[in-house]
């Protein structure tokens, strides 16, 4: 079973930055195309990016100009810099594979307040 681990949440302020991690145990890492999602209390979890396996890149409208993925295939790490952060960013975040899913890890909360 392929294990993810999200970390790097937190509070901060509208405005702010924060960059969350997610470390995947598999050796073949780099053959996945990996997404980041997000879901906020009574909501379903969305997609927020996704980087293919051979770096192509793609965002939802939400987060365009704002947020950027990248991958590190060597640390199995997948990244998500998240810049002017606003409140209705606030939610949990996960990352896993862009199509077929392994299972979820704990996600990282992310909070957005004054």
């Known amino acids: 079973q392929v294990q993810l681990v999200e970390s790097g949440g937190g509070l901060v302020q509208p405005g702010g930055s924060l960059r969350v991690s997610c470390a995947a145990s598999?050796?073949?890492?780099?053959?996945?195309?990996m997404s980041w999602y997000r879901q906020a209390p009574g909501t379903q979890r969305v997609v927020v990016a996704t980087i293919t396996s051979s770096g192509i890149i793609n965002y939802a409208d939400a987060v365009k100009g704002r947020f950027t993925i990248s991958r590190d295939n060597a640390k199995r790490t997948v990244y998500l810099q998240m810049n002017s952060l606003k409140p209705e960013d606030t939610a949990v975040y996960y990352c896993?594979?862009?199509?077929?899913?392994?299972?979820w890890g704990q996600g990282t909360q992310v909070t957005v307040s004054s």
């Open positions: 896993n594979r862009a199509h077929t899913y392994w299972p």
């Open positions: 598999t050796s073949f890492f780099r053959l996945y195309d």
